[in-house]
């Protein structure tokens, strides 16, 4: 109970007696769109955060704490101080225990073609071998106002000024996710796209992330990829697979 409370005093938890409002939120057959409809992949997805555009993103209903991992807070060059200090364990549904290093606030776009949504979203930090990125959980969906189809893996929210937004789920690098992870003997290395900005004399190169936003300059892939615009259209931002 104590480490429950710790975890709802990061996240804020108020009590509001005001009644929140939403517009309908509706999937059709129009919404299927992956790769095999006859599927039970996660939905993982494509965000922005700090001029990135990161990917490996785990959508988790079942979480009630949003999480960035070590790794990924080192690739997007955040420093440490820009995180507060927090070393309270948390656990796992088989009770191991991982890490915490902190908990850092962050402004997180959305994308759904030209039109975007930000939120900010409170991370914890957490130093824990995984083949995602960040874990983006209730607290941060319930602020996005997001309704999340698993049949049609896509989940819909709307914008600031009404319309309803849909991004769709990546089964791709959902079941890469999914079978880095079926070997926990071995050390899971994250497959993702690191690279700074051009103006940099340092290029990292993984999979994690992949400057993108108003550079005139285009790093050539080291991998099989996608047209960025099949992606999303990121005029001013960078990448993190």
Known sequence: MRHLCHIQSINHITHSHHRRRMPPITFTNDDFQGLNNQQDDPMVIIVEIE??????????????VDILYWATYQKL???DTAMV???????????????TRGYIDLHIVFRDGAQTKTIPIRFLIIDAPTSYNVLLSRPSLNTLGVVVSTPHLAMK????????LNIYGDQRLARECYMANLRPQLPILQTNHIERPPSSEIALSSDDLDPRVGRDVRLEPVEETAPWSSLMAAPSNSVLC
């Open 157 to 164: 929210f709307p914008s600031p000024s009404g319309d309803i």
């Open 51 to 64: 001029h990135y555009v990161v990917k490996k993103v785990l959508v988790d209903q079942g979480n009630f």
């Open 77 to 79: 060059q955040l420093p």
């Open 85 to 99: 200090p927090y070393d309270e364990p948390i656990y796992g549904f088989s009770g191991e225990k991982f890490s």
